[in-house]
T-cell receptor
Framework: ETGVTQTPRHLVMGMTNKKSLKCEQH?????MYWYKQSAKKPLELMFV???????ENNSVPSRFSPECPNSSHLFLHLHTLQPEDSALYLC?????????????????FGNGTRLTVT | AQSVTQLDSQVPVFEEAPVELRCNYS??????LFWYVQYPNQGLQLLLK??????LVKGINGFEAEFNKSQTSFHLRKPSVHISDTAEYFC?????????????FGRGTQLTVWP
């Protein structure tokens, strides 16, 4: 049990489908993240939420739409994806002292959702 | 922007042998440094971190790493590996002045321990 739970573990979808990835953290953290992990590439930070407010969006295509209804839940809505979007999508959380703190608390990751776009 | 270089994409070793996984970073400011491990079909788990103080940090599972500011390195070591250490290892860095745990990751090193 990692404290960060992601569902589903595996997802296969066509390019015209709409699906959502879910993440829930049980650690009482105040920040949540979406990362994309593709083979042979560094982890890519996609979105950051702090106190349910999106504070970063690293030029991610609009076919990925995040939602953070509260500090414990994070969603990634998927629509009209491309085959190159196939990857492992990792959710993470951390406890940050405040938005301007120089202290970086470690990230706690979920086990990821393996997404395959056909 | 930060960059993190993990010099070896794959490191095969025999059980009970020592291992070193190399990590170099580029930064003009002070940094925090981390090593994460990823076992098959799992997310990343923190092994150890350097925030300040002693440059030799100890982590879980018998791993340790040494921060070398002059060489901008943070190499991970273990004196005697086990088969269960087979996994992918990621080095990560963040600026001390950055917010919200922004991390830059290396491409990872696959450690394979053979019996």
């Amino acid at each position: 049990e990692t404290g960060v739970t992601q569902t589903p573990r595996h997802l296969v979808m066509g390019m015209t489908n709409k699906k959502s990835l879910k993440c829930e953290q049980h650690l009482g953290h105040n920040a949540m993240y979406w990362y994309k992990q593709s083979a042979k590439k560094p982890l890519e930070l996609m979105f950051v939420y702090s106190l349910e407010e999106r504070v970063e969006n690293n030029s991610v295509p609009s076919r990925f739409s995040p939602e953070c209804p509260n500090s414990s839940h994070l969603f990634l809505h998927l629509h009209t994806l491309q085959p190159e979007d196939s990857a492992l999508y990792l959710c993470a959380s951390s406890q940050d002292l405040d938005r301007f703190s120089s202290y970086n608390s470690p990230l706690h990751f979920g086990n990821g959702t393996r997404l395959t776009v056909t | 922007a930060q960059s993190v270089t993990q010099l070896d994409s794959q490191v095969p070793v025999f059980e009970e042998a020592p291992v070193e996984l190399r990590c170099n970073y580029s930064s003009s400011v002070s940094v925090y440094l981390f090593w994460y491990v990823q076992y098959p079909n799992q997310g990343l788990q923190l092994l150890l971190k350097y925030l300040s103080g002693s440059t030799l940090v100890k982590g879980i599972n018998g791993f340790e790493a040494e921060f070398n500011k002059s060489q901008t390195s943070f190499h991970l070591r273990k004196p005697s590996v086990h088969i269960s250490d087979t996994a992918e290892y990621f080095c990560a860095v963040s600026d001390r002045g950055s917010t919200l745990g922004r991390l830059y990751f290396g491409r990872g090193t696959q450690l394979t321990v053979w019996p």
